[in-house]
């Protein structure tokens, strides 16, 4: 039995369609009835490769919840300016009962809110930080901010950055998930060579025992290998269209250019 497996081009093919194929393959092995040691050893050694494919997968262009990190971030922003907002209306009313409690803020706020809108993501959480120490330790701000009706938004705070907190944590998590940089190209080309190493190798054990009979197996596989191909010139059709276009409109471009120079 020569040649018995068509050729394919896996060096050509995207990364989600070679993970395919090479699954595919591994699928095929169950119509395999043969259970010589040489081709023992060559599915042992192609199924060894699996944890290559993890880097095949489409990698997010987006850190996951950055949307609902940023809307808790806004709605902050939003806490601290109704913050600034009811302080500088208290400090304009100069209300007597507020005198005491409107001279413990004054020692903190200016120095915490002071160009707040301008920091960075880093700054900010410095200024959380410093205001919730200072309730936690001092119990003159804590009743100030009481008195004077700051306690809420406060607790608003607190809650926002709890949740950020645990969201950047399950961030990090999903990071650690991803495969390292620069891995991807160095591993698919172990990938694809490993699968003609793999289908080599069965050729080479057909042609050598020739009273092997494995219709069924070889005809499963070349059904994998025949619609990897369709899609790998369906890609390439693809590609060269887009070019095509891509030339055309450019050369429509400068032929309206070169006419209006005249």
Request: glycine share 0%; aromatic share 8%.
């Amino acid at each position: 039995m020569n040649n018995c497996f068509i050729t394919v081009r896996f060096d050509r093919m995207k990364n989600l369609n070679l993970k395919v194929v090479y699954k595919n393959l591994l699928d095929s092995i169950k119509y395999l009835e043969n259970d010589s040691t040489e081709i023992k050893n060559a599915i042992n050694r192609l199924q060894s490769y699996q944890h290559l494919t993890k880097v095949l997968d489409t990698k997010p262009r987006k850190k996951l919840y950055t949307a609902e990190i940023t809307k808790l971030r806004t709605h902050n922003d939003k806490l601290i300016a109704a913050i600034q907002f009811q302080y500088k209306a208290l400090a304009h009313a100069k209300f007597d009962e507020d005198a005491s409690p409107m001279l413990v803020l004054n020692k903190h706020f200016a120095e915490l809110l002071a160009n707040y809108k301008s920091n960075s993501v880093f700054q900010k959480k410095i200024v959380f930080k410093k205001i919730e120490s200072h309730q936690n330790n001092n119990s003159d701000f804590k009743n100030a901010l009481t008195e004077l009706g700051f306690r809420r938004y406060l607790v608003k705070l607190n809650e926002n950055n709890e949740k950020i907190k645990q969201l950047e944590e399950i961030q990090k998590g999903a990071e650690k998930e991803l495969p390292a940089p620069n891995t991807t190209q160095p591993n698919k080309e172990k990938l694809f060579s490993e699968m003609r190493f793999y289908m080599r190798t069965i050729e080479i054990y057909f042609q050598t025992h020739p009273e092997i009979e494995e219709k069924v197996f070889v005809n499963f596989t070349n059904n994998i290998l025949k619609e990897a191909r369709t899609q790998l010139r369906n890609t390439t059709t693809r590609r060269l269209r887009r070019k095509e276009k891509a030339d055309k409109k450019l050369a429509s471009e400068m032929k309206v250019e070169t006419a209006e120079n005249i």
